[in-house]
């Protein structure tokens, strides 16, 4: 009876892992999710339940180093998007809390929370309501390829791992 439960706890380990994998692949799309660190997660569990023998300590760190990368790029992507559409620190701040709280209202708040956001911020910083929906452009922008560069350094990921364990 011993190996059985022995059994139950490793394929429920194995479970975990895919679902991290997959939940955080699922993340690199949404931002109320971090998904590189989740995808990480799932696949140091894997590295772990197969005693390392397949993915070592490179594998690991340029694992890593691609989800640190990924994070840093979504973080910067909306602010840098609605500075080159010149807005300001307001509309900025403004593009982040709306990333926020957009995120409590699913995806089309995930959209528009940052649009809204930055508007509202640089309307307060009393500029005109053409460079405030400019701004709104920019950090929406700055979202999608906040976003994309995720999605991209998340597919990347998965196929460094898939080619470190199947090569």
Do not use: C, Y
């Not at 997959?22 to 772990?48: D, E, F, K, N, V």
């Not at 409590?104 to 309307?123: K, S, T, Y």
């Amino acid at each position: 009876m011993e190996g059985f439960t022995i059994d139950v706890l490793v394929v429920s380990a194995w479970v975990l892992a895919w679902l991290l994998v997959i939940i955080g692949l699922a993340g690199t799309l949404l931002p109320a999710l971090p998904g590189t660190p989740i995808m990480l997660a799932g696949m140091l569990l894997m590295a772990w339940l197969n005693d390392f023998v397949r993915i070592g300590f490179g594998t690991l760190l340029g694992l890593t180093v691609l989800m640190l990368l990924a994070q840093i790029l979504d973080f910067l992507a909306t602010a840098e998007g609605a500075r080159r559409f010149g807005a300001g620190r307001a509309a900025i701040l403004g593009a982040t809390l709306g990333l926020l709280v957009g995120m409590f209202f699913g995806i089309p708040g995930m959209l528009l929370g940052p649009f809204i956001g930055a508007v509202l911020g640089h309307r307060l910083g009393e500029a005109t309501l053409h460079d405030s929906m400019r701004a709104g452009v920019g950090a929406s922008v700055g979202v999608l390829v906040g976003t994309v560069a995720k999605v991209a350094l998340g597919l990347a990921m998965l196929l460094w791992f898939g080619l470190a364990w199947w090569l």
